[in-house]
């Protein structure tokens, strides 16, 4: 008798989890219908378009990738002023145009159609980026531009494209040296990359939104918000060194460039603060000469600013939502 009862209990269970998958996945299909309420509002041209949410999606950085407003989203999905996206999974915007004026919209059918057709379907209004090829060698697709914001200044804007997540390292340090010092003047932003990548006038690299060019600080309130030959008279070695920590300290930065000459008074400015000689050796060439391996390596045209490369990601094309 025990083996019959095990046999129909084992059935029983059989059948409820197959109904709480076909429930499931009634579910899941249902978020993809367009809320009837949204389809009166279409007009000619418009779609109905669910933007599914993954861990850290915000609304203002839904907003930018559909070019629309986050009033707009709020509205649309019936989110209260206050409201959080945590206990959502999906979104739903009405969009007429290209994303972010970087993605091509393409119909995919499992057909003869080559690979890359099908992966550049998939893409069709995600939110997605690549950063191709080698930081000498390479391309930016979908990038971001850093927008203006407090504590620091861009001084080329049209120069100053990377991935977004590159956008957020350089803007999470900037606020972490800030925080170190409250009267620090505002941080200077220099080249990224170009808005598509490539070739870049006056740089080597600097060529797939992973690099960018940081100023120091300065002594002088008047150098504020320009680049200047660091040296004795002019550098706040102090300053200039939490700013370039705060970079170190988001634990995505491969190496550094900066003149020999500069890595000196800064090396002096760590001994001064009692980093480790361990630490100090690592961080920097000096006093060891310009071969030897360090996190900060010599370049030549960095007595100005210096130049922070991050890591590349683990996988080049990184989608923010499915």
Sequence with gaps: MAPVLQFLLAFILLL????????????AHATDKCPEELKRQLKAGEECQPHHLHLGANLELIAKIYHVTTDQIREWNGLQPDEALADRSVVWVIWSKRPGGHYERHSVRRTKRSTRSIEQGRRDTQSWYKSKGSHTNGKLLGGRQIPTGRGYVVRNPKESWGTPKTIALIQRAIHCAHA????????????????????FGGHRSHQNGLDVDIGYVAKDRSLDGNFFRGTPETMDTERSLDVLQCFLDTGQVTHMFIDYDVQKLLYQAAKKRKMSKKDRRELFQF???????????HSKGHKNHFHVRFRKPDEELALQSR
Excluded: E
């Design 180 to 199: 170190k010092s409250a009267d620090l003047p505002p941080v200077v932003v220099g080249d990224i990359s170009l808005q598509n990548g490539g070739k």
């Design 16 to 27: 409820g989890h197959i109904g709480i998958a076909q429930g499931r996945a009634d579910s």
């Design 287 to 297: 006093p060891r000469g310009k071969d030897a391996w360090a996190r900060i390596r």
